[in-house]
């Protein structure tokens, strides 16, 4: 038996002393979730506390089968969501907050990146970005993806594969170019 099964047990028996110990398990995986997520850090943070205030006030809903984490995420999620709504500003594009400093600092330029990744993770359908988010921003496996978006595991497997697709296409353009056979002369796209 696991730690987290024990905890939910003793849970499950009433004991809220154990409540400390799971938020202190999954509270950094929730926040960093929140936080993509969350307009700001404050909204996020308020996001991951009110994500588990909502598993204990509807922890009586949910049956223990090895399956709490798929069941945050979705509170998360749809946490997320109603915070959204009620605090609906719009983002700022990379190109808006593009700074150039006139000087390279590695901690810079890692943001930069970040926040480059960010933007081209945005760029896909909603339904895509949930799947990579989920799956590499919280290394969760495909069957969890899977159960905390109530979708099939095929769906969420063909979902990834086309975001992944879109992803390296757009990172990579020139290779996504189109071959020129080699014509008579051997010289690309034929003779002249």
């Known amino acids: 038996m696991t730690r987290e099964d024990k905890l939910i047990q003793k849970l499950e028996q009433g004991d ?24 700001d850090r404050f909204l996020a943070q308020d996001a991951a506390q009110e994500t588990f205030l909502k598993a204990v006030r509807y922890f009586d809903r949910y049956t223990h089968k090895g399956k709490f984490k798929p069941f945050l995420y979705r509170i998360a999620a749809n946490t997320c969501i109603d915070m959204r709504r009620k ?25 930069r990146s970040d926040m480059a990744v960010r933007q081209l993770v945005r760029s896909l359908p909603e339904n895509q970005q949930e799947i990579i988010l989920l799956r590499f921003g919280q290394d969760l496996t495909l069957r969890e993806t899977a159960e905390t978006l109530n979708l099939p595991l095929r769906t969420v497997q063909s979902r990834l594969r086309s975001a992944l697709k879109r992803l390296k296409a757009e990172l990579d353009p020139q290779n996504m170019e189109p071959v020129h056979k080699k014509g008579k002369h051997g010289e690309k796209g034929g003779p002249a």
Not at 16 to 39: F, G, K, N, Q
Not at 89 to 111: C, H, W
């Open 16 to 39: 809220l002393s154990v409540v400390d110990e799971l938020i202190a398990i999954y509270y950094p995986e929730i926040l960093r979730y929140c936080l993509w997520h969350a307009l």
């Open 87 to 111: 605090n609906c500003r719009t983002d700022i594009s990379l190109e808006e907050s593009a700074v150039d400093p006139g000087y390279s600092d590695p901690a810079f330029e890692a943001v």
